[in-house]
Nanobody, 115 residues
C-alpha cells in the first residue's frame, strides 16, 4: 500500500515563501513521476509542477520562475519551494505519484497567501 504524507502548508503574506514536502512510503517502483497539483475553491485541480525520477521537470506557466520542484530518490520525497507567493496561489496543494499505470494522491495541505 502506497501512502503519501504532505507537510509544510500554512499562511503566508504575499511575497513570502513556503516549502512543501511529500514523503512516499510503501512498495514504489524506482521509475516514477512525483508532482504537486492544487485546487482553489470553485476551480478544477491543476498541475503545478512535476519531476521524474530522472530529474526532468515540468511547471505550470503561472509558477515558472517562482516555484522549484526537487526530489530525493533515496527518501522517495518530493519538495516544492514556493517563492514570491501571490494571493492567487491560495489553494489546497496535493502531492501526486505516478508509477506505471497507478496514480496515488496525498491528503492535501492548505496554502493561504494573504494580500
Amino acid at each position: 500500500q502506497v501512502q503519501l504524507v504532505e507537510s509544510g502548508g500554512g499562511l503566508v503574506q504575499a511575497g513570502g515563501s513556503l516549502r512543501l514536502s511529500c514523503a512516499a512510503s510503501g512498495s514504489i517502483f524506482s521509475i516514477n513521476t512525483m508532482g504537486w497539483y492544487r485546487q482553489a475553491p470553485g476551480k478544477q485541480r491543476e498541475l503545478v509542477a512535476a519531476i521524474t525520477s530522472g530529474g526532468s521537470t515540468n511547471y505550470a506557466d503561472s509558477v515558472k520562475g517562482r516555484f522549484t520542484i526537487s526530489r530525493d530518490n533515496a527518501k522517495n520525497t518530493v519538495y516544492l519551494q514556493m517563492n514570491s507567493l501571490k494571493p492567487e496561489d491560495t489553494a489546497v496543494y496535493y502531492c501526486h505519484l505516478h508509477v506505471v499505470i497507478h496514480s496515488y494522491w496525498g491528503q492535501g495541505t492548505q496554502v493561504t497567501v494573504s494580500s
